[in-house]
């Protein structure tokens, strides 16, 4: 499979629990982006990497949340101390050119 | 900021027919790319076709094309001989052609349209 992968697919955890995903992208392409998108909407912008510098961050993402893409391949998305508010599909997707390339996502419920 | 708006919550379709699903966007820059997305139940984001903003030419990808007004910064897919498969929710996104930081890179996206085929 030479698309965007994304572990795990579904993630249940308690209110106040650290999570954290890992997003592999298709290889060669440098630009990563992570996404948050709620029932009934559109993906909503988190965070883009181009290598392994992290170059814009959403005001959706708080300080509770912080992503990696070390050495520019995979990027892991770490949220402290979630919140029930924090319960979305997190969507990661991936770009060389103008087309962008989306994994499955990682279901997050926080209960 | 730019701004998708897709206008249907909902369509519904018979099964052979032609559809079209509506999206305009708001924004002040004139090089930038536009999208079709599609997301069945899988969830799974899946490109259907995209148009670059300097192109006149409206772009097609085989059932698929799309009727690219610019001045009136309208995007619309239209979708023939549609299929069961078709069935999903589609999402209009728009994405800065200016490829520097500053959240250039980020598609901003619509509320999507759900499509539902009538067998």
């Known amino acids: 499979d030479t698309g965007v992968s994304q572990n795990p697919r579904h993630k249940i955890t308690k209110r106040g629990q650290n999570v954290t995903f890992r997003c592999d992208p298709i290889?060669?392409?440098?630009?990563l982006y992570w996404y948050r998108q709620t029932l009934g909407q559109g993906p909503e912008f988190l965070t883009y990497?181009?290598?392994?510098?992290?170059?814009?961050k959403s005001r959706l993402l708080s300080d509770r949340f912080s992503a990696e893409r070390p050495k520019g391949s995979f990027s892991t998305l770490e949220i402290q101390r979630t919140e029930q508010g924090d319960s979305a599909m997190y969507l990661c997707?991936?770009?060389?050119?103008?087309?962008?390339?989306f994994g499955s996502g990682t279901q997050l419920s926080v209960l | 900021a730019q701004t998708v708006t897709q206008s249907q919550p909902e369509m519904s379709v018979q099964e052979a027919e032609t559809v079209t699903l509506s999206c305009t966007y708001d924004?002040?820059?004139?090089?930038?790319?536009l999208f079709w997305y599609k997301q069945p139940p899988s969830r799974q984001m899946i490109l259907v076709i995209r148009?670059?903003?300097?192109?006149?030419q409206n772009a097609t990808e085989n059932r698929f094309s799309v009727n690219f007004q610019k001045a009136a910064k309208s995007f619309s897919l239209k979708i023939s001989d549609s299929q069961l498969g078709d069935a999903a929710m589609y999402f209009c996104?728009?994405?800065?052609?200016?490829?520097?930081?500053?959240?250039?890179?980020?598609?901003?996206f619509g509320k999507g349209t759900h499509l539902i085929i009538q067998p």
């Open positions: 997707a991936s770009s060389q050119g103008t087309a962008v390339f």
């Open positions: 148009q670059e903003a300097y192109k006149q």
């Open positions: 290889s060669e392409h440098n630009r």
């Open positions: 996104a728009y994405r800065s052609g200016r490829t520097s930081g500053g959240g250039a890179d980020g598609l901003t």
């Open positions: 924004t002040s820059e004139s090089d930038y790319y």
């Open positions: 990497f181009q290598n392994e510098a992290q170059l814009e």
